[in-house]
């Protein structure tokens, strides 16, 4: 038998109504979105049904361009106020930094020479001395007895000796009367001899007791700044101490040791031949304030192979002790000058995907892109080595929203006289106050001022010009 064929499921017909209802749900949409975009914006259609022309700048196109610029952050077409700079001619440093350690030019530990009982201490903790100046006295009773002991030795020997030169001579003077041998007189010769000798030895232990006791008296062995006493009076010294009385810096003037890297060291040494000093300049731990300056002094005769450094030494006044011996300072050298080059504010220099850039403003207060190519920075100044020549501004605030060919006002004070017009310079003495005005804020004035400019289209500018300029006549009526 043979299977009856399967039959298809019957098509349902769509229904006559879905066209039409879709259709208007899409003109629904369509006439909302119409609304939204110009009733809601307040650029509604003219009477024939047509959006307004571009050549009818009406109050609902404004309003339309007021809320795109709240919508959507700005209209990226209007003048944007930015702060500008002229590149110039100049010579900028070379510098070198690096940490260093301050050193005293010299050091030293002042320590009993002689044993004795410490009999007064004659210095202030941190007092500054001259080489010379007597710190403390020992007990000098012991050493006097022993100074006047080396003297009755040498007084007895000294006497001895002259008997003894008398009875050579007498024995002479018999020797010509042939009274006497001859032998008898060399014996008294060789005696005076001995005793001559013991003389010069007694007279040496009373130099040695001398000094022994001008030793009792300590000084200063060079001049400087005292340290904190190790000792006090009465106790026991002696000259086999090892930690001394007091040490002794001299800090003016002061070293500082620092390093820098080998590849730097040439150029050093080149000036080093030339007899110049290259400039040193100590600043403190956040390198805000420079303690001194002073001129580099030597080099070390080797590289650290471990670093790859070298060590230096600079020499400093210090006449105000800004400098301590043991302090952490930051070290700027100067290694050379790159004379007669262009230079730039460094907040002018800017980065894309494909290099160093700057804004430059032309004549006409457009925006050009220049690639450029930096060379050394010197704290906030850049030379640029190519694609920016002396005499050009170049915008150093105000570039987030800066692109090839805008237009640009110039709202911060610093243009070169006699290169462009100031922003309303043109208007008056209005233009006039409004630098004088931009002058006198400071720096967060000037950046609230800059966002509130960026916030409003060119014409509230042109409004609040005009609100100015009524109430400065306002007030000149007044005064008269």
Not at 76 to 102: E, F, H, S, W, Y
Request: glycine letters at 10%; aromatic letters at 4%.
């Amino acid at each position: 038998m043979t299977e009856p064929p399967h039959t298809l499921p019957a098509v349902r017909s769509r229904p006559r109504w879905l066209l039409p209802v879709a259709a208007l749900v899409v003109l629904a949409i369509a006439a909302c979105a119409a609304w939204y975009f110009f009733i809601r914006t307040g650029a509604a259609p003219t009477a024939d049904g047509k959006p307004p022309q571009a050549g009818n700048t009406t109050a609902g196109a404004k309003g339309a361009a007021k809320g795109a610029g709240g919508r959507f952050g700005g209209d990226p077409n209007r003048v944007q106020p930015v702060a500008v700079a002229t590149a110039k001619k100049g010579d900028v440093n070379m510098a070198q930094t690096a940490l260093g350690t301050v050193n005293a030019l010299r050091t030293a530990t002042v320590r009993p020479r002689v044993d004795g009982l410490l009999q007064s201490v004659l210095f202030t903790e941190g007092q500054v001395v001259k080489a010379g100046t007597v710190l403390a006295q020992i007990d000098p009773v012991a050493l006097q007895v022993a100074l006047a002991q080396a003297e009755g030795n040498l007084a007895r020997d000294a006497a001895t000796l002259n008997n003894a030169r008398l009875d050579l001579e007498r024995y002479r003077t018999l020797l010509k009367q042939d009274s006497i041998a001859s032998q008898q007189v060399d014996q008294q010769a060789s005696t005076v001899k001995q005793l001559e000798g013991t003389v010069k030895v007694d007279q040496a232990q009373v130099d040695n007791a001398r000094l022994q006791l001008s030793y009792t008296r300590i000084t200063a062995p060079i001049g400087g700044q005292l340290g904190l006493k190790q000792i006090d009076a009465g106790n026991m010294v002696r000259a086999s101490d090892t930690t001394g009385l007091v040490v002794i810096t001299q800090v003016d003037p002061i070293t500082v040791l620092f390093t820098i890297p080998q590849d730097t060291l040439p150029r050093v040494l080149a000036r080093l031949k030339k007899g110049e000093k290259p400039t040193v300049q100590a600043w403190d731990r956040e390198q805000k304030v420079m303690l001194a300056t002073g001129e580099l002094l030597s080099t070390d005769n080797q590289i650290d192979v471990a670093t790859g450094t070298v060590k230096l030494k600079a020499k400093f006044a210090n006449t105000d002790g800004k400098l301590f011996p043991n302090q952490f300072v930051n070290v700027r050298m100067v290694v050379d000058v790159v004379r007669d080059t262009v230079v730039i504010p460094a907040a002018a220099l800017q980065r894309d995907n494909q290099g160093t850039i700057v804004y430059a403003v032309k004549e006409d207060s457009t925006v050009a892109v220049r690639r450029v190519k930096p060379g050394i920075a010197d704290g906030e100044l850049l030379s640029i080595e190519s694609g920016l020549q002396a005499g050009e501004r170049v915008i150093v605030d105000g570039v987030d929203r800066i692109r090839e060919g805008a237009k640009v006002e110039v709202v911060e004070p610093g243009v070169t006289p006699g290169t462009r017009p100031r922003a309303n310079a043109d208007k008056g003495a209005g233009g006039g106050e409004g630098r004088k005005r931009l002058e006198n804020m400071t720096p967060e004035q000037r950046e609230a001022y800059r966002k509130k400019m960026e916030g409003m289209t060119p014409e509230q500018r042109e409004e609040a010009r005009k609100r100015r300029e009524a109430q400065k006549a306002g007030a000149g009526g007044g005064a008269q």
